[in-house]
């Protein structure tokens, strides 16, 4: 069974940059996407970046587009979220998911979470 551990979240100044990584373990990572997603507080989860593992093809949520980017790298089971210029609306838990889409309930494997807070 694949398992996802994020890390690289921590506190950074508004207009700083932050890499996340979000490492499968136990066995290859085969779902047709790999996703990052959000959560602020009393807010629910969205939709931040996601990529097909097969053929790195990307797509972002608006708020982000032009400033993360996300990327994998299949020898190492790994994928990125590289992110720029935050902002502390950026400021959440973010999850790194293997599924398919831009919704949640799309996802079924799920990471841990790594807490990212920007400061103004």
């Known amino acids: 069974q694949v398992r996802l551990v994020e890390s690289g979240g921590g506190l950074v100044q508004a207009g700083g940059s932050l890499r996340l990584s979000c490492a499968a373990s136990?066995?290859?990572?085969?779902?047709?996407?790999l996703g990052w997603f959000r959560q602020a507080p009393g807010k629910e989860r969205e939709f931040v970046a996601a990529?097909?593992?097969?053929?790195?093809?990307?797509d972002y949520a608006d708020s982000v587009k032009g400033r993360f980017t996300i990327s994998r790298d299949r020898a190492k089971n790994t994928g990125y979220l590289q992110m720029n210029s935050l902002k502390p609306e950026d400021t959440a838990v973010y999850y790194c998911?293997?599924?398919?889409?831009?919704?949640?309930?799309?996802?079924?494997?799920w990471g841990q979470g790594t807490q990212v807070t920007v400061s103004s």
């Open positions: 998911a293997g599924g398919s889409g831009r919704y949640v309930a799309q996802y079924g494997l």
């Open positions: 136990g066995r290859t990572f085969s779902s047709l996407m």
């Open positions: 990529i097909t593992w097969s053929f790195g093809n990307t």
